[in-house]
């Protein structure tokens, strides 16, 4: 229901993925995932400019400041532009893109064991689709924006921690439709609560619960025949127990249950087993998670005959993991996990695009993914591979998913060179070939995408030297929407 698109990506400070199902960690959204963004305050100040043309390019500055009596105040402006590919299927012309985006960051600790936080942030994007001087293949102009602000407190004791939060965000879209004006308005409030306990040395437990309520609308200002509007609320309640069986094994354990407005009651759980051995530590898991049906899926219109359905049932899915990850030397190790994921219930149009259903066929995503580590000095090498399979229960491929992936990261700081100490990143994907649409079912051909980033500190600046698609590969991804070729960006970046 909320397009993210750039949203935070200068403000991240870490980023933490979780795959498979994990309902019981976040509720009834991850049916395959999460991503963790996490933008807490930086407090190194900056400021920074890349780019390679003047319709490609993007400035950043960073301050926080600590104050005589303790608040933690920070600040993180970014402004930045492209104009790259077509936004439509065999579109002939670079389409364009305006960002610009505030996050304003404050801490205080209260007393020893009590903080108080707040964020706030807003962003505006405007988007030319196609071409950024309005004349384009279709003539649509976007204007995007979000506001977002969270605030809540933390409470640290010896044995126990506390968090309550606080969010909410707005989400606005106003499109220019060859002369017709739309609106599109979302907001979601949330309220958290969570306490987590170490009752011994050996376990370990704790509790919460989670309220959520979005509502949205679409105004109909000519384009579209139809508008519409709606709300959902979900109440969460959630627990968690982990317990060490032996001083190297763990035992764990999360539940969660959902109570959703129109999709009703649903169970989430994710146990846990793990175990190390001398250099070697692996675990099994069982999870299962849920995604409750969109405002549009629910209410949704369109001038093609598509209706809202609010009968819809939550899809939903079980992971089942077994991970290990050996240490062959000090500096060398291996880590491979083996996956097989079930998706019942899902939620897909029906054959005449006419409403959203819960498919009856299940879909199976089956893989091994395994990464090999080497970490020298001033250096550090991995390789992976994935082997995966996604087919529905009657044996059919999945679009867009590549049974085979692999590739290698590589970086190193050179320190007696010819060009004095510098360091290098880079990256190499291969991509195989998978199933897509063109107008028809048909196989997308494999890539080989490399990119390499140099940088350097010169001038009392650190200089930034990034070229994406070194190998200038020609492909399409989607199928249809050709992707760019070799590009080279120059940045720096300057502490003050």
């Known amino acids: 229901m909320h397009d993210f698109g750039q949203d935070f990506v200068q403000s991240i400070q870490q980023i933490e993925i979780y795959k498979g199902s994990g309902g019981a960690h976040f509720g009834p959204t991850a049916i395959a995932g999460a991503i963790n963004f996490i933008t807490a305050i930086n407090y190194t100040n900056s400021y920074s400019i890349s780019g390679f043309d003047g319709r490609n390019n993007s400035a950043n500055g960073n301050y926080t400041k600590v104050t005589d009596n303790g608040w933690h105040l920070n600040i993180n402006a970014t402004g930045n532009q492209s104009n790259l590919g077509s936004a439509t299927a065999d579109g002939t012309e670079d389409d364009g893109t305006f960002n610009k985006q505030l996050n304003l960051n404050v801490e205080k600790w209260i007393n020893d064991n009590t903080k108080v936080r707040s964020t706030f942030y807003v962003r505006e994007t405007r988007t030319y689709y196609d071409d950024m001087d309005n004349n384009g293949e279709l003539g649509y102009v976007m204007d995007n924006t979000m506001q977002a602000l969270q605030t809540g407190i933390d409470r640290v004791n010896q044995n126990s921690e506390d968090s309550l939060t606080f969010h909410w965000h707005a989400y606005g879209k106003d499109i220019d439709d060859g002369g017709f004006a739309d609106s599109y308005d979302s907001q979601s409030l949330v309220a958290r609560f969570e306490k987590k306990i170490n009752s011994s040395e050996k376990s370990s437990f704790g509790f919460g619960s989670e309220y959520k309520y979005d509502w949205g609308s679409f105004i109909n200002e000519g384009s579209f025949n139809s508008s519409t509007k709606g709300h959902v609320k979900d109440l969460g309640i959630f627990a968690n127990a982990g317990y060490k069986i032996f001083d190297n094994s763990i035992l764990s354990f999360y539940g969660r249950r959902d109570n959703h407005n129109t999709a009703g009651r649903n169970n989430t759980y994710k146990l846990s087993y793990i175990q190390t051995i001398n250099n070697f530590k692996f675990g099994v898991s069982n999870a299962t998670g849920l995604r409750n049906p969109t405002l549009y899926e629910l209410f949704g219109s369109n001038n093609y005959g598509y209706k809202g359905d609010i009968n819809l049932k939550a899809e939903k899915s079980i992971t089942n993991e077994i991970f290990g990850s050996y240490d062959l030397f000090d500096n060398l190790t291996l880590k491979s996990t083996a996956y097989r994921a079930t998706f019942l219930d899902r939620l897909e149009f029906n054959s005449g695009f006419t409403a959203a259903e819960n498919k009856q066929i299940d879909l199976s995503n089956e893989g091994i993914e395994s990464e090999l580590i080497y970490e020298g000095q001033n250096q550090k090498f991995s390789t992976f591979t994935t082997f995966s399979k996604s087919k529905t229960e009657k044996g059919a491929s999945q679009q867009r998913r590549p049974d085979l992936n692999y590739g290698a990261n590589f970086s190193k700081k050179f320190i007696n060179s010819a ?78």
């Not at 990143?425 to 997308?444: E, Q, R, S």
């Not at 009392?460 to 080279?488: A, F, V």
């Open 419 to 496: 060009l004095g100490t510098f360091n290098m990143n880079l990256n190499y994907k291969f991509t195989g070939k998978h199933l897509d649409y063109d107008g028809g079912t048909t196989v997308a051909k494999s890539t080989k995408i490399v990119n390499v980033i140099f940088s350097k500190d010169l001038f009392g600046s650190t200089w930034n030297l990034s070229i994406s698609n070194l190998l200038n590969e020609k492909y399409e991804r989607p199928l249809t929407y050709t992707k760019d070729g070799r590009r080279l960006t120059i940045g720096l970046r300057k502490l003050y």
